[in-house]
């Protein structure tokens, strides 16, 4: 009989931002390891471009489905999230074997997105936890691109297998129950799917618009970048949804006027990356009970336009920005517009 973990009172909120902090970790730990082994094992390779392709089919193309097998099996969810972290840091082990070290990373990093969101997003009482959580990805995102070493890799492993037995050790009987409130919701519910379209678009538009923004000359830009990316999500967490979409606008509108200069355009990108809590609180209540199957439509549509522009590399990508950035801005003020009108005053 497994024992519940109400969010009422102090010590269970401990615990809860306790499994946010394993929930932080495991994240930087899934993406750091696979871009890590794919450029250190794989990079000089003719089959690197194929490889990466598989890698990012099983990671975000499968989510949707795998999150809605979590939904439908939520009592099994503990038990996913650590078959996810296993997979992933098996992955590394076998490092050297090539396509089976793929799947073993890529199937465990889209299962870990979906389970550990499924308790994230369903008893988070703020987007403050949807930020932190989405946060650490792209950290190590980062951190595996710049510094991949087997000395890391291998450092990473032992201290994952810790980590993993601890967490198993610590959540085995405990079930986080959902008690958040719910700040606000949608006052007609046939918006819904114009909700849905416009939130889908927005994330289609940020994956788009992150391919085809100008790139930034400095040493470590990569990493500059994902720190940007890392601090925004972060922040983003911080503010309710009305507050990050108008920040969000200020900042991009105004950064725009000087994007080819380095700054503007790290302060780009630190704006276009406020919306991912925000984005995360609307999908969860739009897929009400279906947490874990919002999050992996949010990495399918991510993956979309990235693979569509890669197949017409001949488009001006300065016009492609333009227009990203044009449909963009306009679904923000759309969406401010319906925060005003359409949804019910935060608590």
Request: proline content about 2%; hydrophobic content about 55%.
């Amino acid at each position: 009989m497994q024992e519940k973990v109400s969010l009422k009172n102090s010590k269970n909120f401990r615990i809860y931002k306790k499994y946010l902090g394993f929930a932080g970790f495991f994240h930087f730990l899934v993406d750091f390891l696979p871009i890590s082994i794919l450029y250190l094992f794989y990079k000089n390779d003719t089959d690197f471009g194929v490889l990466i392709v598989i890698y990012n089919l099983l990671a975000f193309a499968t989510q949707p489905f795998l999150g809605y097998i979590i939904d439908k099996l939520e009592n099994k969810n503990f038990y996913a999230s650590v078959l996810s972290i296993f997979m992933s840091l098996t992955g590394a082990v076998l490092a050297d074997t090539t396509f089976v070290s793929i799947a073993f990373l890529g199937l465990g990093n889209a299962l870990f997105h979906v389970s550990f969101a499924k308790t994230v997003l369903k008893n988070a009482r703020s987007n403050f936890p949807l930020g932190f959580f989405i946060s650490f990805g792209v950290l190590g995102l980062g951190l595996g691109f710049t510094f991949y070493s087997k000395f890391l890799i291998n450092l990473f492993i032992v201290i994952g297998f810790l980590t993993l037995i601890f967490f198993f050790a610590t959540y085995k009987n405990a079930k986080i129950e959902c008690n958040y409130s719910e700040d606000s919701e949608i006052k007609n519910r046939k918006l819904i799917i114009p909700l849905f379209i416009l939130v889908i678009i927005s994330i289609s538009l940020r994956a788009g618009i992150g391919k085809v923004t100008p790139s930034i000359e400095l040493f470590y830009s990569y990493l500059i970048v994902c720190i940007v990316s890392f601090v925004g999500k972060m922040c983003g967490g911080l503010f309710n949804r009305k507050f990050a979409l108008i920040i969000s606008l200020i900042l991009s509108t105004c950064s725009l006027f000087f994007i080819n200069q380095d700054i503007f355009t790290l302060i780009f990108i630190f704006s276009i990356n406020l919306l991912m809590p925000t984005t995360l609180d609307y999908l969860r209540k739009i897929f009400n009970n279906y947490e874990a199957f919002s999050l992996g439509l949010s990495a399918f549509f991510l993956l979309v336009p990235i693979y569509l522009i890669m197949m017409f590399e001949a488009i001006d990508k300065k016009l492609l920005f333009v227009i990203f950035v044009s449909i963009h801005l306009l679904i923000l003020i759309i969406l401010i517009i319906f925060e005003k009108f359409f949804m019910k005053k935060e608590a």
